[in-house]
T-cell receptor, first 115, second 111 residues
Framework: ETGVTQTPRHLVMGMTNKKSLKCEQHLGHNAMYWYKQSAKKPLELMFVYSLEERVENNSVPSRFSPECPNSSHLFLHLHTLQPEDSALYLC??????????????FGPGTRLTVL | LAKTTQPISMDSYEGQEVNITCSHNNIATNDYITWYQQFPSQGPRFIIQGYKTKVTNEVASLFIPADRKSSTLSLPRVSLSDTAVYYCLVGTSSNTGKLIFGQGTTLQVKP
């Protein structure tokens, strides 16, 4: 247990569906992140939130919409996804905004399959 | 950003010491070196972090030469459960959103 939980663990959705991924951290951290990991590819940083404000958006398509209502919760809203969006979506948190000497704590991920 | 280069894969046997070397020729003065471990279908887990010389914790040791252009993660007496992907990351405390995960090294420990 890393102190970061994600739900659901598995999700199958059609291209016209709308769904949301949820992440919660119990560590009192100020920064939260969404990563995408496709098969046989490195982790890709998608979004960074610091103190509930988005500070990084790595050219992610608008069909992915993040939301950070407070420093403990992070959502990723999904709509009209494509099959190539199928991947493992990982949430992470750290004490401060992403920094080289800050340890990131990752959740178990949500395995998303888009049909 | 300092790019990192690691071997794509390594094999070892139980009980052996494993050393994974990472090259980061363009490392900046303020950059730290961090290693993560990832098991299939799980999030990465922090292993160790260092700035220079040697760092040791209960899991691994990290050796960093004086020029800091490379680093070596040392796993003593590996077991089957150490089979995973190991990532070397280089980042600076003054950089935002810029930690980049490369391909990592897939370590396969055999009985």
């Amino acid at each position: 247990e890393t102190g970061v939980t994600q739900t659901p663990r598995h999700l199958v959705m059609g291209m016209t569906n709308k769904k949301s991924l949820k992440c919660e951290q119990h560590l009192g951290h100020n920064a939260m992140y969404w990563y995408k990991q496709s098969a046989k590819k490195p982790l890709e940083l998608m979004f960074v939130y610091s103190l509930e404000e988005r500070v990084e958006n790595n050219s992610v398509p608008s069909r992915f919409s993040p939301e950070c209502p407070n420093s403990s919760h992070l959502f990723l809203h999904l709509h009209t996804l494509q099959p190539e969006d199928s991947a493992l979506y990982l949430c992470a948190s750290s004490q401060e905004e992403l920094a080289g000497n800050n340890e990131q704590f990752f959740g178990p991920g949500t395995r998303l399959t888009v049909l | 950003l300092a790019k990192t280069t690691q071997p794509i894969s390594m094999d070892s046997y139980e009980g052996q010491e494993v050393n994974i070397t990472c090259s980061h020729n363009n490392i900046a003065t303020n950059d730290y070196i961090t290693w993560y471990q990832q098991f299939p279908s799980q999030g990465p887990r922090f292993i160790i972090q260092g700035y220079k010389t040697k760092v040791t914790n209960e899991v691994a040791s990290l050796f960093i030469p004086a020029d800091r252009k490379s680093s070596t993660l040392s796993l003593p007496r590996v077991s089957l459960s150490d089979t995973a992907v190991y990532y070397c990351l280089v980042g600076t405390s003054s950089n935002t959103g810029k930690l980049i995960f490369g391909q990592g090294t897939t370590l396969q420990v055999k009985p």
